[in-house]
């Protein structure tokens, strides 16, 4: 990589892979069990709603410019947008986004100058267009700091932006994350997913904890060999289609899907990643929605990981949700007290 960015050797290839995933997995506990306090206290949006929706659009733009900018000077690919095929406007999808953006600027900080910005502060109230603005922001002046470390001073729109006309502000943020990281020497990789799958396997087992036939760990299903990110994908949006369903019967607002625009020939692991880690986001809620208290164990590094162990992983978490769709469709009206439905 072009200096001054430093190289690292394998060690530390290794020691900086599990900080940032324990990194990552620790804010996404508290980033969510913010957005789960938030919605679940019913509490109306905050004024100023377009206002910060406008804010969001600009800064948006910017992003883009210096990304663009960054990514011409680091000679990486440019990759064109990609619909993964989910709709959400909801305030704490569109903040996970933002909280996924600010992981990839926080190691691409590390990457280039070994520098490890403070986490954003945890939003205190109901999650808001205001909080997503608030941590796209943070991640927008990490970018910036990346660039005044590698002398890049032209950060004035000198240039155009990616593509970021696109369908809502979900997808135009997973884009702008796709992008991100082919910036990162360390890209996501099939491991990432098998840990964030795992993840999602361990909230599915605390959830059906709660029923005594349940099996709270099913057997892995056979091995199959030469699976692709496209199989994989495949597997985990049904597994998130299982969750639509739980939160459609349990009258909780919950994102959309529509594959039917997917390139699934194009999908890179980070789209991959998304989907599983939109999963365990929406699990992350259900969990604090249900009120189970003890938080379930947080995975570590799996070691290397291909599609074939990640849609074998991704097998047991199906096998899971299907089970919880039949338990939790019948608690629908003693699950939980009544939350208003935000669409």
Same mark, same amino acid.
């Given at each position: 990589?072009?200096?001054?960015?430093?190289? %690292?050797?394998?060690?530390?290839?290794?020691?900086?892979? =599990?900080?940032?995933?324990? %990194?990552?997995?620790?804010? %996404?506990?508290?980033?969510?069990?913010?957005?789960?306090?938030?919605?679940?206290?019913?509490?109306?949006?905050?004024?100023?709603?377009?206002?910060?929706?406008?804010?969001?659009?600009?800064? #948006?733009?910017?992003?883009?410019?210096?990304?663009?900018?960054?990514?011409?000077?680091?000679?990486?690919?440019?990759?064109?947008?990609?619909?993964?095929?989910?709709?959400?406007?909801?305030? =704490?999808?569109?903040?996970?986004?933002?909280?996924?953006?600010?992981?990839?600027?926080? &190691?691409?900080?590390?990457? #280039?100058?070994?520098? =490890?910005?403070?986490?954003?502060?945890?939003?205190?109230?109901?999650?808001?267009?205001?909080?997503?603005?608030?941590?796209?922001?943070?991640?927008?002046?990490?970018?910036?700091?990346?660039?005044?470390?590698?002398?890049?001073?032209?950060?004035?729109?000198?240039?155009?932006?990616?593509?970021?006309?696109?369908?809502?502000?979900?997808?135009?943020?997973?884009?702008?994350?796709?992008?991100?990281?082919?910036?990162?020497?360390?890209?996501?990789?099939?491991?990432?997913?098998?840990?964030?799958?795992?993840?999602?396997?361990?909230?599915?087992? &605390?959830?059906?904890?709660?029923?005594?036939?349940?099996?709270?760990?099913?057997?892995?299903?056979?091995?199959?060999?030469?699976?692709?990110?496209?199989?994989?994908?495949? &597997?985990?949006?049904?597994?998130?289609?299982?969750?639509?369903?739980?939160?459609?019967?349990?009258?909780?607002?919950?994102?959309?899907?529509?594959?039917?625009?997917?390139?699934?020939?194009?999908?890179?692991?980070?789209?991959?990643?998304?989907?599983?880690?939109?999963?365990?986001? $929406?699990?992350?809620?259900?969990?604090?929605?249900?009120?189970?208290?003890?938080?379930?164990?947080?995975?570590?590094?799996?070691? %290397?990981?291909?599609?074939?162990?990640?849609?074998?992983?991704?097998?047991?978490? $199906?096998?899971?949700?299907? $089970?919880?769709?039949?338990?939790?469709?019948?608690?629908?009206?003693?699950?939980?007290?009544?939350?208003?439905?935000?669409?």
């Amino acid at each position: 990589m072009t200096n001054p960015k430093w190289r %690292l050797t394998a060690s530390h290839n290794l020691a900086s892979r =599990r900080f940032f995933s324990t %990194l990552l997995f620790g804010l %996404l506990v508290v980033g969510l069990s913010a957005l789960v306090h938030g919605t679940a206290t019913g509490q109306s949006a905050p004024a100023g709603t377009e206002a910060n929706s406008a804010a969001l659009g600009a800064e #948006v733009g910017a992003f883009s410019r210096d990304l663009e900018r960054l990514r011409r000077f680091m000679g990486a690919p440019k990759v064109s947008p990609l619909d993964i095929g989910i709709r959400s406007a909801i305030p =704490r999808d569109l903040y996970f986004q933002a909280l996924t953006l600010w992981e990839q600027t926080n &190691r691409l900080s590390f990457e #280039v100058s070994r520098t =490890r910005p403070k986490p954003p502060p945890t939003p205190a109230g109901a999650i808001g267009p205001d909080d997503v603005l608030t941590l796209f922001q943070a991640s927008h002046q990490q970018l910036r700091q990346v660039m005044q470390s590698l002398q890049i001073t032209d950060t004035g729109g000198a240039v155009d932006g990616n593509d970021t006309a696109l369908a809502d502000d979900f997808t135009t943020i997973a884009n702008l994350n796709r992008q991100l990281n082919l910036l990162l020497e360390r890209h996501i990789s099939p491991s990432d997913i098998y840990q964030e799958i795992t993840l999602a396997i361990a909230y599915s087992a &605390r959830l059906l904890a709660r029923y005594p036939d349940a099996v709270r760990i099913p057997a892995e299903p056979p091995f199959e060999s030469d699976k692709s990110l496209r199989d994989v994908y495949l &597997r985990l949006t049904e597994c998130l289609r299982s969750i639509v369903r739980i939160f459609d019967r349990l009258d909780l607002a919950v994102l959309r899907i529509d594959t039917r625009q997917t390139e699934l020939d194009r999908l890179q692991s980070g789209d991959v990643y998304l989907i599983a880690a939109m999963i365990s986001s $929406q699990l992350d809620f259900l969990y604090k929605h249900l009120a189970i208290a003890q938080p379930p164990p947080q995975p570590i590094y799996p070691g %290397l990981k291909f599609p074939a162990h990640n849609d074998q992983r991704a097998g047991i978490l $199906q096998a899971q949700l299907q $089970q919880l769709e039949r338990y939790l469709a019948p608690d629908a009206a003693q699950s939980a007290p009544d939350q208003p439905k935000a669409r």
